[in-house]
């Protein structure tokens, strides 16, 4: 693996590693599969968070290093809610959040980002611990909800590339820049895609 790390290629004057290009393209395709609501989406995403593991800790974000780990449990927990939740024709059932759930999210990631912030800061474990802690409390809260087959999953994931995309840039992780912000594009698709299934499940329950 830390092969892969050291060794990679120039792109208009800047180092982008074989880890960070492979977890970061197979990130891409994690966002490409949940659109459509198949179970390759959890064992792509094993893939990319093992590879950017690495990647991550070796830029000293120890927080964004971190979430990895915490993906991993959760991609195996989605996985195996998927499976039990599925359509024969559609996918797996996808639904809105309550009210409540809605405010629970925002609680969560208020709390946890304070929370993981000041750890960060006091185990001196990343240099801007506060949006990587956001960033790390966001991607928890996002998997966890795509888990649950929640919509509203996709907005946390708004929020997170909009903390990502400069952090990334003054990490001088370019690519993971510009794939946070492709990101953006594929997940408002995957928003819009999420509504009209959350919509046609609840019609058909009635």
Same mark, same amino acid.
Request: aromatic fraction near 18%; avoid cysteine.
């Given at each position: 693996m830390r092969v892969l790390v050291d060794n990679g290629f120039t792109v208009f004057g800047q180092f982008v590693s074989y880890a960070?290009?492979?977890? #970061?393209?197979f990130a891409l395709v994690v966002v490409y599969l949940a659109q459509r609501r198949t179970? $390759? &989406?959890w064992p792509v995403q094993l893939l990319s968070v093992s590879l950017l593991f690495v990647v991550y800790l070796s830029a000293h974000l120890g927080g964004t290093a971190a979430r990895q780990v915490v993906i991993a449990l959760?991609?195996?927990?989605g996985w195996w809610a998927w499976t039990r939740r599925r359509d024969p024709v559609f996918g797996v059932v996808v639904r809105k959040g &309550?009210?409540?759930?809605?405010?629970?999210v925002g609680v969560v990631f208020v709390l946890g980002t304070s929370g993981f912030a000041l750890v960060l800061d006091a185990l001196d474990a990343s240099w801007a611990p506060w949006p990587d802690a956001a960033i790390f409390v966001g991607t928890v809260l996002a998997f966890a909800l #795509?888990?649950?087959?929640?919509v509203?999953? $996709?907005?946390? $994931?708004?929020v997170v590339d909009a903390i990502g995309v400069p952090l990334q840039?003054?990490?001088q992780l370019y690519f993971s820049a510009l794939v946070y912000s492709v990101f953006a594009f594929l997940v408002i698709r995957g928003w819009i895609d999420w509504n009209r299934e959350a919509k046609r499940a609840a019609l058909a329950a009635a």
């Open positions: 960070e290009f492979i977890g #970061q393209v179970l $390759w &989406t959760i991609t195996i927990y &309550t009210v409540r759930e809605r405010i629970a #795509q888990g649950l087959g929640l509203e999953f $996709w907005l946390v $994931w708004l840039i003054h990490s």
